[in-house]
């Protein structure tokens, strides 16, 4: 079992979800969606979604 804290935790999610998208996590923020209200994270400053940007 390895659930032994580590002394220094920068990254609060597990970094195997991000294992596709190489971009630092320390730049993501939590953002709530303007268009559909789901709350999502993004390295950059705007209000919509992924899924929403693509819908229009
Ligand atoms: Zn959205």
New binding site residues.
């Given amino acids: 079992m390895s659930k032994k804290k580590k002394p220094i935790s920068i990254n609060i999610r597990c970094q195997c979800e991000d294992s596709a998208v190489k971009r630092p996590e320390s730049l993501l923020v939590t953002v709530y969606?303007k268009?559909?209200g789901?709350v999502?994270r993004t390295n950059t400053k705007k209000d919509?979604?992924f899924?929403?940007e693509r819908k229009r």
């Fill in positions: 969606c268009g559909c789901k999502f919509l979604c899924d929403w």
